[in-house]
């Protein structure tokens, strides 16, 4: 009888809760603040990143999920009679996370060359951040649950990468400008003039889809995006950050628009909040434009 383990990062924002109850196996990202060194979701919840990274002038780093932490898992999980991995990572432009998965499985198989016919590891490139893989990675638990092969969650799965779309706002241009996500010069003169860039995240790429003078008007610019592109009568989820009345916004303006509330809501972690900033709202999407 097959035995079904996923697994992903903790840049996927899926909560304690959802770990346990899926049985989720979340590898946390590592960062060092300074000459701090810390392990996301370990020695802080979200709401005590924020304050930490307010109180940091300069950049947080991330380290990528290694080749060794990939290699153990497997191993692990192949000792404890597994059959099927489905591992899902953070968007591969972003992070050499997704390679070194590759890596691992790679010389786990040349180290257990007779794993091959009845361990399976799928490694999954999400191409994307939070809930944007967050999401259907729970979705694809809860099938497993249900009795779903390894093969359909990954194609579930799948198929919501295909076709998923972000758009979010920062609320802030410091910490895009501190990463160098957004060049000085151009946070400055966006601040100066209170202009908010509207992100959209897709097929691995960050790109500004828009831009609106003043915080009142992110929630009406990213309902009207979304509502361009959104698969009529499809789950969507909300993503925020610090600021839950951000989040309560955008829920009602989405339900009235479109007659139904979010599937999920997911705060972001401190891997997607060092380059956005604590406070930010968006929705997640599939959309008929991919």
């Not at 786990?108 to 009845?118: G, I, S």
């Not at 799948?158 to 060049?183: C, E, H, M, Q, T």
Request: hydrophobic share 35%.
């Amino acid at each position: 009888m097959p035995k079904i383990k996923i697994m992903t990062d903790s840049a996927s924002d899926i909560t304690y809760e959802q770990e346990k109850e899926y049985d989720i196996k979340v590898m946390n990202f590592k960062l060092a603040v300074g000459d701090k060194s810390y392990v996301s979701r370990e020695d802080f919840d979200n709401e005590k990143f924020y304050e930490i990274l307010d109180n940091f002038d300069g950049i947080p780093v991330t380290s990528q999920i290694t080749i060794f932490e990939y290699t153990e898992q497997f191993e692990k999980y192949y000792s404890e009679g597994y059959t099927d991995i489905i591992n899902v990572t953070i968007n591969a432009n972003g992070s050499a996370t997704f390679s070194n998965a590759v890596l691992a499985a790679e010389q786990f198989y040349e180290e257990h060359p007779d794993a091959k016919d009845k361990f399976h590891i799928y490694n999954i490139d999400s191409a994307n951040y939070t809930g944007a893989y967050g999401y259907p990675i729970c979705q694809a638990a809860v099938k497993i649950q249900k009795g779903a092969t390894a093969k359909e969650a990954v194609d579930f799965i799948n198929d919501w990468i295909s076709k998923v779309v972000i758009y979010f706002a920062p609320y802030s241009l410091k910490y895009a400008k501190k990463s160098g996500r957004i060049p000085s010069a151009a946070a400055f003169v966006g601040e100066v003039l209170g202009l908010k860039p509207i992100m959209r995240i897709c097929e691995g790429e960050i790109k500004t889809a828009d831009k609106v003078r003043g915080d009142k008007a992110v929630v009406p610019k990213i309902e009207q995006l979304t509502m361009e592109e959104i698969i009529p009568q499809t789950p969507y989820c909300i993503v925020y950050g610090s600021d839950e009345s951000v989040k309560d916004d955008m829920v009602k303006a989405m339900t009235k628009r479109l007659g139904y509330p979010p599937d999920d809501c997911f705060q972001i972690g401190a891997a997607i909040s060092i380059n956005a900033g604590p406070k930010v709202t968006g929705v997640i999407f599939k959309s008929k434009k991919r």
